[in-house]
C-alpha cells in the first residue's frame, strides 16, 4: 500500500507557474505508474498527466501539452509536474495517484478508475 500527499498549489496570476510535488510512502515506489487528475468545481475528476514507473514513458492531456511536465524522483519517493503558462481553467484541486504497474515497459493508464491510490489534493487557482 501507498499514501500519497501533494504539495505545491497556490494562487498565481494567468501566465504563471507552479511545481506541484507528491511524497509516496512505502519502500517499492519505483513499482507504481503516477498519474495526476484535476477536478474543477462542478466537474468531473480528469486526467492531466502520467509518468510510468521507470519515467520513460509520459502522456499529457492535449490541455496541458507543452506548458505541463511530469517527473518523477525514484529515490526520493516522488512525483512532480511542473505548470508553465497556467491559464484561469487550469484552476482545480490536483490530486496524485499510484498504480501497481505490470511489465517493466507498460505505458501509465489515463483513466481515473484504473488508479487505486490517491492523495488528498491541492488546490490550484489560476487568476485573470
Known amino acids: 500500500q501507498v499514501q500519497l500527499v501533494e504539495s505545491g498549489g497556490g494562487l498565481v496570476q494567468a501566465g504563471g507557474s507552479l511545481r506541484l510535488s507528491c511524497a509516496a510512502s512505502?519502500?517499492?515506489?519505483?513499482?507504481?505508474?503516477m498519474g495526476w487528475f484535476r477536478q474543477a468545481p462542478g466537474k468531473e475528476r480528469e486526467f492531466a498527466a502520467a509518468?510510468?514507473?521507470?519515467?520513460?514513458?509520459?502522456s499529457y492531456v492535449d490541455a496541458v501539452k507543452g506548458r505541463f511536465t511530469v517527473s518523477r524522483d525514484n529515490a526520493k519517493n516522488s512525483v512532480y509536474m511542473q505548470m508553465n503558462s497556467l491559464k484561469p481553467e487550469d484552476t482545480a484541486v490536483y490530486y496524485c495517484?499510484?498504480?501497481?504497474?505490470?511489465?517493466?515497459?507498460?505505458?501509465?493508464?489515463?483513466?481515473?478508475?484504473?488508479?487505486?491510490?490517491w492523495g488528498q489534493g491541492t488546490q490550484v487557482t489560476v487568476s485573470s
Open positions: 495517484a499510484a498504480v501497481i504497474a505490470g511489465s517493466f515497459y507498460e505505458r501509465p493508464p489515463s483513466r481515473p478508475n484504473k488508479y487505486d491510490y
Open positions: 509518468i510510468s514507473r521507470n519515467g520513460v514513458s509520459t
Open positions: 512505502g519502500r517499492t515506489f519505483s513499482s507504481y505508474h
